[in-house]
């Protein structure tokens, strides 16, 4: 239900004004808080709360304010706080009393090519910021831009589709565009994206507003449609920055500028940039109590090349010791290492990943893990499916988890090295030199689910496998428990009767031990709301199936995975988890013949009918 004028939230600290507006999935709306400030309060409308992946939408909301909180710049809009009404997350925003570039220009017309380039290059710096904390914005465009109401400031608002990316790497993203401000590789899921896609839309906001008409959409212009230039609608237009207009806008993203300081370098505006270039003399203290020259290390991590940055680390780090050709630490050479030079390190680290790397981050999992040595590998993405990672297979990027880097080989890690490695992190009081926790988050507690069984199974052992990490072994209890519920062994697997009639208490204990201990990335209602969305609900074929398993990773290539290659770790994709092989003894076989086809669809049509029936 939308709220409406008078409305306390928080207790009475925040009084709704007014509704602001209503997109596909948020609402806004203009409040005040007990001191009598104006603020905007962002929430998710009553269509996506009605929705059965309501869940999903949730930690997406979450995601763009923690992505907000990593992006601060004086172009980029302000979050506050995050609140919690009801069931409801809301994020409470600093008000820009002003209108959004769209409105003014309606109201205006082209705007002079002074005015334009002050606002392209105020959002432009604000994105040099974005794409720095691997991020894309990917839906720039007018309505996207506030003007302060003195109208010399614009800033950078709705981060509702941004995006973690790795640049010129193929990935799948949501397909959502804006018509005539986005590039054609968002046209695609699978295609390259990189901070070219945002400086498409930029462009394009620029030519918006210096001719006051839109670009040719990209899907037209890719069969042959020509692009009008904007200097011919508007002779007043420089050709400097006409030519930058319109090498901003080529199709193909290879011809672009390939970041977003080299396009705005195109403009030449003249402005001073808010944004420094890299500076000569690092900004941070790199205090090292036996003469190491960590300069090196602080630029790498500052360009974000995190990869030759882990290498440089661990030399670094042999090289306090003389022992620069050896491959990792020993235990007494860790108890002994200058408590100086490990806060310099952790603190560069910290600090030029946002808090997502860094020796005091990994510290913090490794206590979550109750120090835990696979549990922790688990958590940081160190192993896969039980098994230790080779140091080349690690992931050198701001999408890696949390905690992966630095990897040093692992040599400071592995076979015990872990405890003693943050052993010396807590003796030396690193810590408190750089504060993860402005950053880092541990995953929220659980809440606690009653294991009432309705005929009396014991799921204690299910939530401490979960409770542990340990996704394989839990998966593999979780299909021991419902075969106990039903009466059945390993060999003859559930059949359809037990499937309808199992009992509704016992099916919603271990999908919420599955929901709360994955924070709602695992379990059978995720996978039912997955399984509604590839049209599930609807006269289900094979083809529904195929579709069901490449969206929960159970098909890699057109070809049903194995058992043994299914990924058992927090990284797996949404909804991968439970697949209780036991279950069904028909589960990952090959599918060589069509009864074998049937049964399968069968069974899982008759389990997530049953998970609707139970209302989990």
Known sequence: MAWTSGQKLQDGKYTIEQELGEGGFGITYRARDNNGRKVVIKTLNNTVQRRPDFAKFQQDFLN???????????????????????????????????????????????????????????????????????????????????????????????????????????????????????????????????????????????????????????????????????????????????????????????????????????????????????????????????????????????????????????????KVFHQEKQDSLKREQIDQFPCTDLCTINQLWVKYSNGRFGFTVQKLIYDECGRNEETFGDRVGWRVNNKWLYPSDLTFDLNAPTGHLPGLRRGCYRRGGGLYLFSRVETCNVMTSA???????????????????????????????????????????????????????????????????????????????????????????????????????????????ESFGDRLGWRRKTTWLPYSNLIFTKNAPEGHLPVCPSVARWWWRSFVNSDDMIQWVDFMSYLLERIEACQL
């Open 64 to 318: 763009e304010a923690l992505r907000l909180a990593r992006c601060s710049h004086p172009h980029i809009v302000q979050v506050d706080e995050l609140i919690q009404e009801g069931q409801l997350w809301c994020m409470v925003m600093e008000y820009i009393d002003g209108e959004d570039l769209a409105n003014w220009v309606v109201k205006r017309g082209a705007l002079p090519e002074a005015e334009a380039l002050r606002y392209i290059q105020q959002i432009g710096e604000a994105l040099t910021v974005v794409h720095n904390n691997g991020l894309l914005h990917r839906d720039i465009k007018p309505h996207n831009i506030m003007l302060r109401s003195d109208k010399t400031e614009a800033v950078l608002i709705d981060f509702g589709i941004a995006r973690e990316f790795t640049q010129n790497l193929t990935q799948t993203h949501t397909q959502y565009v804006t018509d005539c401000f986005a590039p054609i590789e968002q046209y695609d899921k699978r295609s390259k994206r990189g901070a070219y896609t945002d400086v498409y839309a930029l462009a394009a906001t620029l030519y918006l507003l210096l001719t006051g008409e839109v670009p040719t959409l990209a899907p037209l212009r890719a069969i042959g449609t020509a692009l009008e230039s904007p200097k011919q609608m508007n002779p007043g237009i420089s050709d400097r920055v006409n030519q930058a207009i319109l090498v901003g806008l080529e199709v193909k993203a290879e011809n672009r500028p390939q970041s977003m300081q080299e396009w705005l370098a195109l403009l030449d505006t003249g402005f001073v940039p808010t944004i420094p270039s890299t500076p000569q003399t690092p900004p941070d203290d790199l205090n090292s109590a036996v003469g190491i020259d960590y300069r090196k290390l602080w630029d790498l991590v500052a360009q974000g090349k995190w990869k030759e940055a882990d290498r440089e680390t661990l030399y670094l780090m042999l």
């Open 435 to 545: 504060n993860p926790s402005i950053y880092y988050q541990s995953p929220p507690q659980t809440s606690s689910v009653q294991l009432i069984s309705g005929v009396g199974v014991d799921y204690s052992n299910l939530r401490d496998l979960l409770e542990a990490g340990k996704w394989q072994e839990a998966d593999r209890e979780t299909g021991k428990k419902m075969l106990e519920v039903a009466g059945r062994n390993k060999v003859d697997g559930l059949r359809a009767e037990d499937i309808q009639r199992f009992p509704c208490e016992d099916l919603q204990i271990i999908d919420q031990l599955w929901a709360n201990y994955s924070n709602e990335r695992f379990g059978f209602s995720i996978q039912k709301s997955i399984w509604e969305s590839v049209g599930g609900k609807d006269k289900p074929d094979w083809k529904t199936f």
